[in-house]
């Protein structure tokens, strides 16, 4: 091979292509190892992990269960005659509790579901 040779292959834009990437790859390799220092710095700072016996424990009374019960709708404040209700004439909660805690059950010869399209109490 003569120089001249080297000297097209060197100019041509295969090699060029090739070295851009072979740089970008660098710059690449060079931002995730950075990153990656930046992390354990990082992490390095923060508080240490709690021990065992600063974990949360269960009450000495058990663990805390649902409560259960019977709600109602609570109704809708009539507005003044003339005047807008406004939002901050509403309570807080759409419901409360109901006088009845019995809780309903299903009674045979009834529909099954609401909605079943059976023929409901007879």
């Known amino acids: 091979m003569s120089t001249a040779t080297f000297v097209v292959a060197a100019t041509s834009s295969e090699v060029l292509n090739v ?15 950075w990153a990656v220092q930046f ?22 009374g058990g663990p805390v269960w649902e409560t259960r ?24 909660s759409g419901s409360r509790t109901g006088r009845d805690q019995q809780r309903r059950r299903w009674l045979p010869g009834s529909s099954g579901s609401f909605g079943s399209g059976g023929l409901g109490h007879s």
Do not use: K, S, T
């Open 39 to 60: 992390g354990m710095r990082v992490r390095d700072r923060e508080l240490p992990r709690p021990n065992p016996d600063e974990q949360p424990h269960l009450p000495a």
């Open 69 to 92: 019960e019977m709600r109602e709708p609570d109704e809708v404040p009539q507005a003044p005659d003339g005047q807008r209700l406004m939002p901050y004439d509403l309570h807080h």
């Open 19 to 33: 070295i851009a990437a072979f740089v970008g790859g660098l710059i690449i390799a060079g931002a995730l190892i």
